[in-house]
């Protein structure tokens, strides 16, 4: 495994495979992997002959009442888990090297609608960080495919919305999420977590289960929705939303959509967590 700081290695190499007509997939990370960007590692070695990870915590995604310093990182680690899953680069830039200018001047990219929902209303600016640097990044490697879990599935959709609108030639695949055998979903966030919250935490996944089950019952939604909001605070959640969306849109439901998502945030000890289920509605 190639591992660079440079943007001229990246297109090297990258120009390269490409005139040998080989292919590119990338995954962008923040870092601290877990087994849930292992699994997008695997992936993308399906998709194509090489593959490329980014590991940078892009500040311009956490807003100033956000920890960005206690961010976990974890180089080392990562690296060795890289290197066996097989990744060919891991570009590892400095915020100097990707913000030049400086965050004030940098040119930004926008999603509209469902950038300022759900997470974009808790975390404004949140999801123009996210499509900045994932477009930069796009930029940079130049991939053929790119792949992001379906546990930020927001940040899914918003990135398969700007591919598309601004004709970026890349295929997005979302992964599936990867949980731990009590239902938790992987993610970096649940380092905050104690080992009591932790054992909590898998009432978050039972809550969206719920709301499933009671919805295929013929249950009203917002009194699904209710029943699982009362689960959550009992087991010492503050949920910050829990929904149910068109899982194709993420827009608001109408009476004869049938592929839906139940998404949720909620925030446990110091850990805002998320999590998402999609599902088809039996409609009678
Ligand atoms: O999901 C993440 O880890 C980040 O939001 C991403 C896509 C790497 C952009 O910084």
Request: glycine residues 6%; hydrophobic residues 45%.
């Amino acid at each position: 495994m190639i591992t660079t700081t440079a943007i001229s290695t990246i297109r090297e190499h990258v120009n390269a495979w490409r005139r040998n007509g080989e292919t590119v997939a990338f995954v962008p990370t923040m870092g601290n992997l877990h087994q849930g960007h292992i699994a997008l590692v695997n992936e993308a070695q399906k998709h194509a002959d090489h593959v490329v990870v980014s590991i940078f915590v892009n500040p311009l995604q956490f807003s100033a009442n956000e920890d960005l310093d206690g961010y976990p990182r974890s180089l080392a680690q990562d690296s060795d888990k890289l290197m066996a899953a097989g990744t060919a680069i891991l570009f590892t830039p400095t915020p100097e090297m990707i913000y030049p200018k400086g965050l004030a001047q940098q040119t930004f990219v926008e999603v509209p609608d469902i950038g300022n929902e759900l997470c974009g209303a808790s975390r404004p600016g949140h999801f123009r960080g996210v499509a900045t640097i994932v477009t930069k990044l796009f930029n940079i490697v130049q991939p053929d495919i790119a792949l992001f879990g379906r546990k930020d599935f927001q940040q899914l959709m918003i990135i398969k919305t700007m591919v598309e609108d601004l004709s970026m030639p890349i295929k997005v695949i979302g992964v599936e999420t990867i949980r731990e055998q009590s239902g938790l979903a992987m993610s970096s966030r649940n380092g905050y977590l104690t080992a009591d919250e932790k054992h909590s935490a898998a009432t978050l996944k039972q809550a969206l289960d719920i709301i499933i089950s009671a919805i295929q019952h013929g249950e009203a939604i917002q009194d699904a929705i209710l029943k699982a909001e009362k689960q959550l605070v009992n087991a010492g959640f503050t949920p910050d939303y829990l929904e149910v969306r068109n899982a194709n849109t993420l827009r608001q439901i109408t009476a004869t959509d049938s592929e839906l998502v139940v998404i949720a945030a909620a925030y446990l000890g110091k850990a805002r967590l998320i999590d998402n289920v999609s599902f088809k509605r039996h409609l009678s």
